[in-house]
């Protein structure tokens, strides 16, 4: 059974970095797209990274775009974020996707359940 | 970039039909996909492809897509029924995968 499980969520201050971590298990890591998607309290589910099989291309959404890095090991299969500079605004669920095999219009098929970033002094 | 839009509610009746939109334009030339995402829970993938039900999903889940709008159709709907609803395209211009705001559907 393909799993994906997200690690690393905590409580950090504005202007703080977090770096978070996604295990993969029960499918070939390499052979996938990965994707970061977060949800704030009570809101709606918003695409933040992309990350090929082979680790390029790389793509952010522009609300992290310069503060957030996207990286993998695929031998290790696992998926991280780099999160720095952070906002209030970044508080949220971040949740690791797997994007289905046939390209960039393929749909996200497996999720983690999730950990959760508030940002907060 | 590509924007779609949902209602923020939809309510049916037990036993109806629910039949969510998604609207952006020329949609109907792109792939749509839909997911579930009940209270507490991590979202899941019910319509992939416009219409195509991955495996395990019911067939009381369709989906169609034409011109400007997408629709994700549930028959004879229950309270396990209740949840938030995302449509969801990639956008070739920004290299950005784009989610509509959701609909919360509450059966009355």
């Known amino acids: 059974e393909a799993k994906l499980v997200e690690s690393g969520g905590t409580l950090v201050q504005p202007g703080g970095s977090l770096r978070l971590s996604c295990a993969a298990s029960g499918f070939t890591f390499g052979d996938f797209n990965m994707n970061w998607v977060r949800q704030a309290p009570g809101k709606g589910l918003e695409w933040v990274s992309f990350i090929s099989k082979s680790g390029s291309p790389i793509y952010y959404a522009e609300s992290v775009k310069g503060r957030f890095t996207i990286s993998r090991d695929n031998a290790m299969s696992s998926l991280d974020l780099q999160m720095s500079s952070l906002r209030v605004e970044d508080t949220a669920l971040y949740y690791c996707a797997r994007l289905g095999s046939s390209g960039p219009t393929d749909a996200f098929d497996i999720w983690g359940q999730g950990t959760m970033v508030t940002v907060s002094s | 970039s590509y924007v779609v839009t949902q209602p923020a509610s939809v309510s049916v009746a037990p036993g109806e039909t629910a039949r969510i939109t998604c609207e952006g334009i020329?949609?109907?030339?792109?792939?749509v996909h839909w997911y579930q995402q009940e209270p507490g829970q991590a979202p899941v993938l019910v319509i992939s492809?416009?219409?195509l039900r991955p495996s395990g999903i019911p067939e009381r889940f369709s989906g169609s897509a034409s011109g400007n709008t997408a629709t994700l159709s549930i028959s004879s709907v229950g309270a396990g029924d209740e949840a938030d609803y995302y449509c969801?395209?990639?956008?070739?211009?920004?290299?950005?995968?784009?989610f509509g705001g959701g609909t919360q559907l509450t059966v009355l």
């Open positions: 020329n949609i109907g030339s792109k792939s």
């Open positions: 492809y416009d219409f």
């Open positions: 969801q395209v990639w956008d070739p211009r920004s290299d950005h995968w784009v």
